[in-house]
């Protein structure tokens, strides 16, 4: 986990109490080698928090070839934060 992660962990924590609740949380992901911790962390205090959780995930690592991958190269993954976009912004139209 990076240190500016850990940084939004220890905001996060500050911010429990005051209107963090009740939210929708997207949280975009690009790793190298694993991610689990970080995404067990949301799962973690997503309910505690009655938050609505979606995590989209992608290795920028091609192991096998020793090599970094585009991340213009993830097309599902692309695709899918792009329609959960336009689900979330037709939410909030019909919010209003």
Known sequence: MAAQ???VF???????WECFGNKTFVVIITYRHH???TVAFFERIAPFFNIKLFVI???TYNKDEQKDVPISTCQDQL??????GIEMSNLQIKIR
């Open 10 to 16: 220890d905001r996060m924590e500050a911010l429990a």
């Open 35 to 37: 991610y689990e911790s």
């Open 57 to 59: 995930t992608y290795c």
């Open 5 to 7: 992660l850990e940084i």
């Open 79 to 84: 695709e899918e934060a792009y329609q959960l």
